[in-house]
């Protein structure tokens, strides 16, 4: 498949080499009462991404593409949450407090779950991760290139942080990386202008960048396959 219109020049990939990464659409960050809003934060501007998300993952599974997701998530005990990231700043409540959603970024508790639009399905892979980047203790790149993949798709929130970090790590392992602009989005929209700009700069230094219409009619020229359920 070929993306002719991606940014800043065509985006070459195959559906088996390629995985769909949905970073962090969990509750914590999405709805009022976790995480993003004890930030200070107005959490319905992510909330407008939601169907652009859902219908690329639909399409995606459709066509039988191994999906990734994430959630920002730490243990109850909190070992893996160092206190520089629990310390800093002024939030309402701090990570491992209790909130309205359960223990806020805290891994089971309700406001961690992905939300039900884009919630995981059997045989997809979903991860743990305590860091803003995806590969950064979760043993993700191993499962990666055991099945064979060097392209990656990314969607999710937000773009300036976890998305961009997750898609800068991808990039130092080898790997092709697109970013869906309507299908990531941040609390800061000029953040968002900024970090989508930068992936594609200085002839993709991080990456491409398209939209999910370009995306879309290329799914639908596949075959679609079985699904799990
Ligand atoms: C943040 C994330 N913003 N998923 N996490 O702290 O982008």
């Known amino acids: 498949m070929q993306l002719a219109e991606a940014q800043p020049f065509p985006f070459s990939f195959g559906l088996k080499s390629t995985a769909l990464v949905i970073i962090d659409m969990q509750r914590d960050f999405i709805e009022p009462g ?48 160092p206190p520089a990231k629990r310390n800093r700043g002024n939030p309402a409540l701090r990570i491992g407090d209790r909130g309205a959603m359960g223990r806020i970024l805290v891994a089971g508790e309700p406001g961690n779950q992905i939300i039900p639009g884009l919630a995981p399905q059997r045989g997809e892979i979903a991860i743990d991760k305590p860091g803003k980047g995806a590969f950064y203790a979760t043993g993700l790149h191993e499962q990666l290139q055991h099945v064979g993949i060097t392209h990656l798709l990314f969607m999710g929130v937000t773009t300036e942080v976890c998305v961009q970090t997750s898609m800068r790590e991808a990039n130092d392992r080898g790997y092709d990386c697109l970013l869906l602009e309507d299908c990531t989005e941040s609390y800061f929209p000029a953040f968002k202008t900024a970090a989508v700009a930068m992936m594609c700069a200085q002839g993709a230094i991080v990456g491409w960048t398209a939209t999910s219409a370009q995306l879309l009619p290329a799914l639908a020229a596949l075959p679609a396959q079985p699904q799990h359920c």
Do not use: M, Y
């Open 34 to 81: 976790g995480f993003g809003e004890t930030l200070g934060n107005d959490v319905s501007l992510l909330q407008a991404i939601v169907p652009a998300c859902q219908a690329v993952l639909e399409a995606w599974r459709r066509a039988g593409g191994l999906v990734v997701h994430t959630r920002e998530a730490h243990k109850a005990d909190l070992s893996d949450c």
